[in-house]
């Protein structure tokens, strides 16, 4: 339960002293996993409106500046099972057909002008928005591009119409626009910006190529890195040989397609099974039979499970902050010059995937939080306080809740503050100096070429 401090004011006119949130330790055992429960959850069907607590700080704070990293919308499936029919899901953009969006159709008309853009590389050869009447591997579908219009939606309505942080006259250098080479990531991203923006101006709209999934740019050197990332995976590998219900469910499923075990498990068929799901389309059949919600469910909840061990074991944790460290060492370098007054970057904006999202989460200690749904969003907020200028906070919010106090570093500073944030300088310690302190080392040059404690 998390109670925002409020100072309300007495009948009487006299302010009552500030209530403080309660943040109790649970006590009761988390209930038992629901993989169908959790699969709605990831497919993020674009339904009801959601409530945030994005923009919400004392009155007397300014919201100075805002960074976004989201994991694109939903897509088609990467892998398909062998010698099954693909699903028939259409990715060309129907604004009569649901999910749909009020500006999808303003938006579809917007992308087929965009000669003005200046994209990075090989972002200028990629399409605009999804247009195959049979979804390719790994295309944005139109629930995708609803889901980030409606996220651009939600920020505007919060960070422009209310904050007032970008103005009518916005220009390019307020912008920072960063995106992975693929068509998901991009596409996603112009769905974001096209309803987020005061007035989306292709003129304006300067995209970046980021190379690595994990925005690690020109630090990606890291050995220890990539040692803690074939650990993991060692664990993973093992947890999956320790289940007998889901080797029963492969076998199974083999027989039912026709071809060997091993070959059904290389082709990762939760990836397409979630495609299934979160279209409602029935699953594969063949002759010999048809896979079910029961394998669904087995290999659903064998996957929750590996993510409950992989917060235990700790060695993603050791993963994830190597491979995080530049992204939010960039992020901290920036949030530190905009509360120096610099007034370029204002709103930023990452357009990733969930391998980018997973380990950020996990770096910052938010263990609570679920595997990223199709377009997640991590929000970076940047406050001045009116009263004292030259102090700075930051708020870090996920798919709309605020899980500032869930952060390693900042954990237990709400029971000595009333303010609903985080001293910029914690963060900005913890990136440069704490992150490292289980590899016994000072700096990421060092923490990348020496074992953890």
Aim: glycine fraction near 4%; proline fraction near 6%.
């Amino acid at each position: 339960v998390h109670l925002i401090p409020v100072n309300p004011v007495r009948e009487d006119g006299m302010n009552p002293k500030s209530r403080k949130r309660i943040m109790p330790d649970l006590l009761t055992e988390p209930p038992a996993i629901d993989p169908v429960y959790e699969a709605h959850v990831y497919c993020n069907i674009p339904t009801i409106a959601e409530h945030s607590m994005e923009g919400h700080a004392p009155h007397y704070f300014k919201l100075v500046s805002v960074q976004v990293l989201i994991r694109h919308g939903d897509r088609y499936p990467l892998y398909a099972i062998p010698k099954t029919k693909r699903p028939d899901i259409d990715c060309m953009l129907v604004p009569s057909r649901k999910p749909s969006h009020p500006q999808l159709e303003a938006f579809i008309k917007h992308m087929s002008k965009g000669s003005a853009a200046q994209m990075d590389g090989s972002l200028s050869s990629l399409p605009r928005y999804p247009s195959h009447s049979l979804c390719e591997m790994g295309e944005l579908t139109q629930t995708g591009v609803v889901q980030h219009l409606r996220n651009g939606q939600q920020l505007r309505d919060i960070y422009i119409n209310k904050h007032k942080l970008l103005p009518t006259d916005w220009t390019a250098k307020q912008l920072y626009l960063e995106t992975t080479g693929k068509s998901r990531t991009l596409q996603s991203a112009l769905a974001l910006l096209y309803t987020f923006l005061p007035d989306f101006d292709w003129k304006k709209i300067n995209m970046r190529h980021q190379w690595s999934t994990i925005f690690c740019s020109g630090s990606c050197d890291c050995p220890m890195r990539n040692h803690y990332l074939e650990e993991e995976q060692r664990r993973q590998y093992s947890l999956r040989v320790k289940n007998n219900d889901l080797e029963k469910i492969y076998v199974d499923m083999a027989k039912i397609v026709g071809i060997p075990t091993r070959q059904l498990r290389a082709s990762n068929p939760i990836d397409s099974l979630l495609c299934y799901f979160c279209h409602n389309v029935t699953f594969p059949c063949t002759k010999t039979g048809c896979i079910g919600m029961e394998h669904f469910k087995v290999i659903k909840r064998h996957q929750l499970e590996d993510e409950r061990e992989r917060q235990e074991k700790k060695l993603y944790f050791l993963y994830a902050l190597l491979a995080t460290h530049p992204f939010l060492n960039q992020t901290v370098n920036r949030l530190q010059g905009i509360a120096e007054g610099k007034k370029e970057d204002v709103f930023v904006l990452y357009s990733a995937h969930d391998v980018t999202l997973s380990p950020v989460l996990s770096a910052l200690g938010i263990t609570e939080a679920r595997f990223p749904r199709f377009a997640a969003r991590l929000v970076f907020e940047l406050w001045q306080d009116g009263k004292r200028p030259k102090e700075h906070f930051v708020r870090i919010l996920y798919n709309g809740a605020d899980v500032t106090f869930q952060t390693s570093f900042c954990k237990d500073h709400y029971k000595r503050s009333s303010k609903p944030m985080c001293p910029l300088e914690k963060f900005v310690n913890f990136v440069k100096r704490d992150m490292f302190l289980i590899f016994n080392s000072t700096s990421y040059y060092d923490a990348c070429r020496r074992r953890a404690l």
